[in-house]
C-alpha cells in the first residue's frame, strides 16, 4: 500500500515500509539530505522537520505518521525568490561552526516564530532547548531567532 503525503509542496507517494523514518524517506528517496541523522532516539534535534507546521524529529517519526500530512524539510523552508528570515540571520550572523545541526535548529526556530512571532529569551532558549549544538553556538542561534522576528540581535 503507498503511503501518501506531501513534501516541500509536492505531492509523493512512498511504497516503503510504513514503518520507514521520515528521515530515511527524505534523505535516500527524494535526496533532500539537508536533514541529518544525529542520535536516532529523537534527542538532539538534528533531524527536525516540520509536519502540518509542527517541528518533529523526522528520526522517530514514520511515513505512516505522515500519510496526508504536509511536510516541510529545510530544502522547503526559503521562498522562491529569498531565502526565509531565519536562513539570512543564520548567514548575516555567522552562526553556524561546523553546520552539522544547523538545518535541525533552523526548523525548530521556525516552528517557534511561526507560533511566537516575538518570542522573549526564555521563549527561544525553552524552545530550543531539544536542539544540541556540539559547537556551542547557543548565543549566536539566540541572536539569529531574534534578527529574524525583527527584535534585533
Known amino acids: 500500500m503507498a503511503i501518501n503525503l506531501k513534501i516541500n509542496g509536492k505531492r509523493v507517494s512512498s511504497s516503503s ?3 520507514t523514518p521520515l ?3 527524505v534523505r535516500d528517496e527524494l535526496n533532500l539530505v539537508g536533514t541529518k541523522f544525529g542520535c536516532g532516539i529523537a534527542q ?11 517541528a518533529v524529529r523526522s528520526c522517530q517519526t ?7 500530512l504536509d511536510v516541510k524539510t529545510i530544502e522547503g523552508l526559503a521562498g ?23 538545518a535541525g535548529q533552523i526548523m525548530s526556530a521556525a516552528a517557534l516564530l511561526a507560533d511566537n512571532p516575538s518570542p522573549s529569551d526564555q521563549d527561544i532558549d525553552d524552545a530550543m532547548a531539544g536542539n544540541l549544538c556540539r559547537c556551542g553556538t547557543y548565543p549566536r542561534i539566540r541572536a539569529a531567532i531574534k534578527q529574524a522576528a525583527g527584535m534585533g540581535g
Open 44 to 54: 538532539c534535534g538534528a533531524c527536525t522537520i516540520h509536519v502540518d507546521g509542527v
Open 80 to 102: 522562491k525568490d529569498r531565502l526565509h528570515a531565519l536562513q539570512q540571520a543564520w548567514i548575516d550572523l555567522d552562526v553556524a561552526q561546523c553546520g552539522y545541526c544547523q
Open 17 to 19: 515500509d510504513p514503518e
Open 23 to 25: 528521515l530515511w524517506f
Open 62 to 68: 514514520t511515513l505512516e505518521d505522515a500519510e496526508g
